[in-house]
């Protein structure tokens, strides 16, 4: 409703299979610049993975996820079998890749407190959001950024570790005063490692909820 009537929107659409492949074949050239037979040998096995598997052919189609693949497969030689295998190396990927800034959180320190986000979210009061405002994000967050039962500065370090994600890691994407996962996938698993950290009683109160 506040977009002026001189912006101009367009959306991409998803990737056609000939577009996915001239992707590939160009990311694997810039990969073997000086060897041009490895860089087709290495795009053959890169397409035929994703071909072999119908749930990632699909995340191909999607640019940022594309580019996502193709850095796992880089990275470990391979892409996992299991989907929520490949989230973990997605997820692994982006939260490491920021932590050259300086005073940044760990990647592991930024997985859990994405963790707790995304279950806060499915089990948020007025049902499960795949958007919600920056404040009450921050205001969930809060707690894990003090030991004290007061801490005025909490609030204040977690809104500027959202803020620092929505610029760096691309886990999670701002919308105006709202901020949600780039993926509603993304958003899953990260929840369902969260509930998978806690006890069985937790475990149960929140399934049978």
Same mark, same amino acid.
């Given at each position: 409703?506040?977009?002026?009537?001189?912006?101009?929107?367009?959306?991409?659409?998803?990737?056609?299979?000939?577009?996915?492949?001239?992707?590939?074949?160009?990311?694997?050239?810039?990969?073997?610049?000086?060897?041009?037979?490895? +860089?087709?040998?290495?795009?053959? =096995?890169? #397409? !035929?993975?994703?071909?072999?598997?119908?749930?990632?052919? $699909?995340? %191909?189609?999607?640019?940022?996820?594309?580019?996502?693949?193709?850095?796992?497969?880089?990275?470990?030689?391979?892409?996992?079998?299991?989907?929520?295998?490949?989230?973990?190396?997605?997820?692994?990927?982006?939260?490491?890749?920021?932590?050259?800034?300086?005073?940044?959180?760990?990647?592991?320190?930024?997985?859990?407190?994405?963790?707790?986000?995304?279950?806060?979210?499915?089990?948020?009061?007025?049902?499960?959001?795949?958007?919600? +405002?920056?404040?009450?994000?921050? =205001?969930? #967050? !809060?707690?894990?950024?003090?030991?004290?039962?007061?801490? $005025?500065? %909490?609030?204040?370090?977690?809104?500027?570790?959202?803020?620092?994600?929505?610029?760096?890691?691309?886990?999670?994407?701002?919308?105006?005063?709202?901020?949600?996962?780039?993926?509603?996938?993304?958003?899953?698993?990260?929840?369902?490692?969260?509930?998978?950290?806690?006890?069985?009683?937790?475990?149960?109160?929140?399934?049978?909820?």
């Amino acid at each position: 409703e506040a977009v002026p009537p001189d912006f101009v929107q367009a959306r991409i659409d998803p990737l056609s299979d000939q577009a996915v492949a001239t992707f590939l074949s160009r990311w694997c050239g810039k990969l073997y610049v000086e060897s041009p037979a490895a +860089a087709d040998a290495h795009c053959d =096995e890169l #397409l !035929a993975a994703l071909r072999a598997r119908p749930n990632i052919r $699909r995340l %191909a189609r999607n640019p940022v996820m594309l580019t996502a693949l193709a850095v796992v497969h880089w990275n470990e030689r391979r892409l996992p079998e299991q989907r929520a295998e490949l989230y973990e190396s997605i997820v692994r990927w982006l939260s490491r890749s920021r932590e050259q800034r300086a005073d940044r959180e760990k990647a592991d320190r930024t997985v859990v407190l994405l963790q707790e986000l995304a279950l806060a979210m499915q089990q948020h009061p007025d049902g499960m959001r795949t958007q919600v +405002a920056k404040r009450w994000a921050a =205001e969930t #967050l !809060a707690p894990e950024f003090t030991s004290a039962a007061v801490d $005025r500065n %909490a609030l204040a370090r977690a809104e500027q570790f959202l803020a620092a994600e929505e610029l760096d890691s691309g886990i999670i994407v701002g919308r105006g005063d709202y901020v949600r996962f780039w993926h509603l996938t993304f958003q899953e698993y990260l929840a369902a490692r969260a509930l998978a950290a806690c006890s069985e009683d937790e475990q149960r109160q929140v399934l049978l909820a």
